[in-house]
Nanobody, 122 residues
Framework: QVQLVESGGGLVQPGGSLRLSCAASGSITDTNVMGWYRQAPGKERELVAGITRFGTTTYADSVKDRFTISRDNAKNMVYLQMNSLKPEDTAVYYC????????????????WGQGTQVTVSS
């Protein structure tokens, strides 16, 4: 199993910014595809953004023009820059690593971190 550790969450006011980080330890193939998912209380876990080893990205419509996912393969790190945050962005954010994309909506593939809380409130 790949070991994943998220950091960077916290409390921020609407319109503010946060940068999440995910440190991965695992084989090259087990971290081919990395993603950020989030889960709010009473809701299903949903994709926020994903990225392949070669830089191909995908975003949920709700964050497409506000969030940016990136990765540093040499450091085994994945990042999520979140700008113009809204109260509806409040959730626990999880890092995921898998071998293939398959379907971004699947949450039963690969490895997961323990999550980091993001709270957007005035």
């Amino acid at each position: 199993q790949v070991q994943l550790v998220e950091s960077g969450g916290g409390l921020v006011q609407p319109g503010g910014s946060l940068r999440l980080s995910c440190a991965a330890s695992g084989s090259i193939t087990d971290t081919n595809v990395m993603g950020w998912y989030r889960q709010a209380p009473g809701k299903e876990r949903e994709l926020v953004a994903g990225i392949t080893r070669f830089g191909t990205t995908t975003y949920a419509d709700s964050v497409k023009d506000r969030f940016t996912i990136s990765r540093d393969n040499a450091k085994n790190m994945v990042y999520l820059q979140m700008n113009s945050l809204k109260p509806e962005d409040t959730a626990v954010y999880y890092c995921n690593a898998r071998r293939v994309v398959s379907s971004w909506s699947r949450t039963d593939l690969g490895s997961w971190g323990q999550g980091t809380q993001v709270t957007v409130s005035s």
